[in-house]
């Protein structure tokens, strides 16, 4: 399984971006596809997950309410509609997928899958 990530780029506060992860490769419907942020001298942090099949997602407490992750199976992309975006949201943004939605879909340390990051600058 192969991921690109697209979307990053430099927005002030209060405006919005929508993140691309393509998906290459073969996939079921029990992955979980997720999206991870890294902030200078920070760790990597869990930000949403999505189930490969199905409705199931997962938000992290930071976003709910304004990041959203969806997909479309279809097209084997995956995206993070970012929303009312802050300056504590500046981070290169990972896509990531595990073969198995049960059990750590919010833990970095088990995702089987990376993508390279994408760059998201939030400043006036």
């Known amino acids: 399984v192969q991921l690109q990530a697209s979307g990053g780029g430099l927005v002030q506060p209060g405006e919005s971006l929508r993140l691309s992860c393509v998906v290459s490769?073969?996939?079921?419907?029990?992955?979980?596809m997720a999206w991870f942020r890294q902030a200078p001298g920070k760790e990597r942090e869990f930000v949403a997950a999505?189930?490969?099949?199905?409705?199931?997602?997962l938000h992290a407490d930071s976003v709910k309410g304004r990041f959203t992750i969806s997909k479309d199976t279809a097209k084997k992309t995956v995206f993070l509609q970012m929303n009312s975006l802050k300056p504590e949201d500046t981070a290169v943004y990972f896509c990531?997928?595990?073969?198995?939605?049960?059990?750590?879909?919010?833990?970095?340390?088990?995702?089987?899958?990376w993508g390279k990051g994408t760059l998201v600058t939030v400043s006036s």
């Open positions: 490769g073969r996939t079921s419907g029990s992955y979980a």
């Open positions: 999505i189930k490969w099949s199905g409705g199931s997602s």
């Open positions: 990531a997928a595990r073969t198995s939605w049960y059990a750590g879909a919010r833990s970095a340390g088990l995702m089987d899958y």
